[in-house]
């Protein structure tokens, strides 16, 4: 079934134009109204109210197109952007972009359409799951959206994100700040570009600092507990000599406790374990985790103010600037 986006692309015009032409309005020039009407017969495109409505702006509805929405850390975002929503009497409607496995390399694009078609003033792209060159060509008809956690220059002022590669440096940096030398690593996720960036980062405070980590003393992860477990127990396998764990996100740093503290090792007498996020969980772990503090939910709370501004005519003050945080507690010992 053909979308409005689909006729923007045919017609070669901004989705504004043709909802423009689709509710009869006279700012549209003969021109781009023959173009239009041509697409739309080519298409056998059907508009449902909520295409004829979009020129109005009237749904007051913000989408959410998501990789990152489960977990106890993203839900506590997605709380941010819902209490921010309501506070200015908007609504959220939310998609999962979890693509991967669906094996239709025009899903992202039929998702976003979805979300349009649904009645979305704006939408927020959050994670890096759908490719830049998707996004280009959504940006292109369809100009209010933002991207959380993710950045493409073209489009910086919609870009909302972190340093993952500084943070990642300064969490190796901890690490060798208290004497360690010996340090294994369970990474995020490398299909993902924070993954990879937060680990080159560790890659080169140990680089910066003479220290060699052997690939053995690697595991990539997925950020999950169950692959934080499972990683743990392949180091331990290994019989690996190595007195500091940095992991790629809270949930393996929590699970990698609990796994090294049933195998009969204490942290961090024995090994110490060094998380990422700052998760809601963090400061009751047992020990409490160290951990990089991540500003997701200023982030978050900058670009849903982002798209008010845009899409409702408000004015509300946005941030772009979000520095990351080094939490000492307790899950590093001090070997100086």
Partial sequence: MATIIDVAKLAGVGIGSVSRVI??????????????????????????QS????????????????????????????????????????HCLVT??????LGNPNVAIDSVND?????CDGIIFWGTDITHFDIGFIEKYFPNIVLLNNRIEKFDQKCFYFNHYKAGYIAGQHLVDNGHKSIACI???????????????????????????????????DYSFIK?????????????????LFCGNDQSAMSAIAT?????FNVPDDISVFGYDDNDIAPFTSPPLSTIRVPFDDMALAAVRYLLNTCYDLQLSVEHNFPVELIERKSVRNLT
Avoid: C
């Avoid at 009869?24 to 059907?46: E, P, R």
């Avoid at 109005?56 to 819902?82: C, M």
């Avoid at 934080?228 to 500091?244: C, H, I, P, W, Y």
């Fill in 187 to 221: 990474t995020g996720d490398f299909q993902t570009e924070d993954g990879r960036k937060r680990h080159e980062g560790f890659l080169d405070s140990m680089k910066d600092n003479n220290i060699t980590v052997p690939s053995e003393f690697i595991i990539e992860g």
């Fill in 115 to 119: 979300l349009i078609s649904k009645g």
């Fill in 51 to 90: 295409a004829r409505s979009l020129v109005s702006k009237k749904f007051n509805t913000i989408g959410i197109w998501g990789t990152e929405l489960a977990g106890t850390f993203n839900s506590q975002t997605l709380r941010v952007i819902d209490h921010e929503l309501i506070t200015h009497e908007k």
């Fill in 96 to 101: 999962n972009g979890d693509i991967s496995n």
């Fill in 228 to 244: 934080g477990q499972e990683s743990v127990m392949t180091l331990l396998k290994r019989n690996l000599d190595f007195t500091a």
């Fill in 23 to 48: 509710n009869g309005k006279d700012s549209v020039s003969d021109k781009t109204k023959l173009k239009v009407n041509k697409a739309i017969k080519a298409l056998n495109y059907k508009p449902n």
């Fill in 260 to 264: 090294l503290t049933s195998n009969g």
